[in-house]
């Protein structure tokens, strides 16, 4: 899909319509409408082509295009499917490809570094409430994700968590207590950085939004994703990107730094 978003934004940008462009590959103006909206692929020559005649010079990026619309990995993700909406799958997709993270969280925990309890009092308390069966898939969807910052070549992981994150009992006491204990152990990790947001930080207010920014292969392919009330949604024009770039960085500037951060949480931790 986002192949195909970017053909189309390319097109679009060398003021071409489907007709003049399906002209210029020698196809009909379906084939261009289909690869378009996803619903077929695109080889590599008929890409390179493409981008060719949309007068792209970003070798970087058409050679990240290619890979993309080539790759045909099936990942762990593809044993939820038809189990979990298509959102978990494509957020889990994401995560595997992107070369790393960032994140800012306000009210919860970011998802990868939740313990089990603490995900599972999170999916308990949603509206629609979920039966136990889906509670238990969503909670091992979202302990598999955790492969990305756990295997042998992690990916670089950076959350800014709100305090009032910290502080917020989904479950007790005793859950609190442990979901502190592992962010403290997980920020130990030199792929990993952790700052925290305090509560008395005066006049700031670019905490109150929750971020997940996950960076691609070029900085054009990166992706951001919000919460939305029906499912993730997706951000990915260069416009967007580039704003939530610099919130990210005014956010993690305002925040404590990594070592304040783990003393600050190690109090929370003692408070319980």
């Not at 192949?3 to 940008?13: C, G, H």
């Not at 995900?119 to 969807?141: G, K, T």
Request: aromatic fraction near 6%; include cysteine; hydrophobic fraction near 45%.
């Amino acid at each position: 899909m986002r192949v195909a978003t970017e053909l189309r934004r390319l097109r679009e940008a060398a003021d071409l319509n489907a007709r003049q462009a399906a002209a210029l590959l020698g196809v009909s103006p379906a084939q261009i409408t289909h690869i378009e909206s996803g619903l077929a692929g695109v080889s590599e020559t008929r890409l390179r082509r493409l981008a060719s005649h949309y007068s792209c010079t970003d070798d970087a990026f058409i050679d990240a295009l290619v890979a993309m619309a080539i790759d045909r990995t099936r990942g762990w993700w593809e044993e939820y499917r038809g189990l979990l909406p298509a959102s978990f799958l494509d957020l889990s997709e994401l995560e595997h490809h992107s070369r790393s993270q960032a994140n800012v969280a306000v009210l919860f925990v970011p998802g990868l570094l939740q313990t089990e309890e603490y995900a599972r009092a999170v999916f308990s308390n949603r509206i629609p409430e979920l039966s136990s069966d889906d509670i238990e898939l969503r909670v091992q969807h979202r302990k598999a994700r955790r492969v990305v910052i756990e295997r042998v070549a992690p990916i670089g992981f950076e959350a800014v968590i709100h305090e009032a994150a910290l502080r917020i009992r989904v479950s007790d006491r005793a859950a609190s207590r442990v979901q502190l204990t592992r962010i403290l152990d997980l920020s130990e990790a030199d792929h990993i950085s952790v700052r925290v947001i305090p509560l008395d930080l005066d006049g700031f207010s670019r905490g109150g939004s929750t971020m997940h920014y996950l960076s691609g292969p070029v900085p054009r392919l990166d992706t951001v994703v919000r919460d939305a009330p029906h499912g993730a949604a997706l951000v990915d024009s260069e416009a967007q990107l580039a704003e939530y770039r610099a919130r990210f960085h005014k956010v993690e500037a305002a925040s404590l730094d990594p070592h304040r951060s783990r003393d600050f949480i190690h109090r929370l931790v003692k408070e319980l």
